[in-house]
């Protein structure tokens, strides 16, 4: 009942960038929280990103200052700014959002099918 969109995935070199979406739709009461995560062979799903709908920001160390979050709340879209993209960024990144469809419910977390990020030269 609740769909995630996401786009901007592809090949970029280091040092390049990319830009991620993730758009929500259907039965949407209330948008929380939304964030980005990723997974690379091997490794544990990790969080890269998130924002409240209040605009506070979090951020992994890693990304510190190469990746920007932003949302636009009209759009139910939350967008993943990454520069200077490095070899160790190369992942499946996943979009998550929490969301109430009733005006009685608790919220839930929702996840996009992920988006292939390839950082290589």
């Known amino acids: 009942q609740v769909q995630l969109v996401e786009s901007g995935g592809g090949l970029v070199q280091p040092g390049g960038s990319l830009k991620l979406s993730c758009t929500a739709s259907?039965?949407?009461?209330?948008?929380?929280?939304m964030a980005w995560y990723r997974q690379a062979p091997g490794n544990r799903r990790e969080l890269v990103a998130e924002i409240t709908s209040t605009d506070w920001t979090n951020y992994v160390e890693s990304v510190q200052g190469r990746f920007t979050i932003s949302r636009d709340n009209a759009k139910n879209t939350d967008y993943l700014q990454m520069n200077s993209l490095k070899s160790e960024d190369t992942a499946v990144y996943y979009c998550n959002v929490r969301v109430s469809r009733y005006w009685n419910e608790n919220p839930r977390d929702y996840w996009g099918q992920g988006t292939q990020v390839t950082v290589s030269s």
């Open positions: 259907g039965r949407i009461f209330r948008l929380y929280d």
